[in-house]
């Protein structure tokens, strides 16, 4: 099992910056990568950013290029989403995702879910 423990939404105003944090803990093991999804009002969950466990490659959807880094902590065993010149179409519940195989297979294990407004 590995656990998932996000923290940091919060409402801001467009322009303004927010740090998601995702705790990684459990049996992380094989785990491959972490990633971070978010979905909006009447939206489908959709992909933001991942990082990989082993190596930290960093991707990202176009959407948030060049405005969010996500990045890693490994003393602290932490993901971090950083936000940067938040617009108000990236208000959403922002999902933390680890992908960890077993037996050969990948499991996806979620976090709960952290609200980020953003106001114009």
């Known amino acids: 099992q590995v656990h998932l423990v996000e923290s940091g939404g919060g409402s801001v105003q467009a322009g303004d910056s927010l740090r998601l944090s995702c705790a990684v803990s459990g049996d992380a093991f094989n785990v491959q990568a972490v990633a971070w999804f978010r979905q909006g009002p009447g939206k489908e969950r959709e992909y933001v950013a991942r990082?990989?466990?082993?190596?930290?490659?960093?991707y990202y959807a176009n959407s948030v290029k060049g405005r969010f880094t996500i990045s890693r902590d490994n003393a602290k065993n932490t993901v971090y989403l950083q936000m940067n010149s938040l617009k108000p179409k990236d208000t959403a519940v922002y999902y933390c995702e680890a992908v960890r195989r077993e037996w050969g297979t990948p499991k996806d294990y979620w976090g709960q879910g952290a609200q980020v407004t953003v106001s114009s």
């Open positions: 990082i990989t466990w082993i190596g930290f490659n960093t």
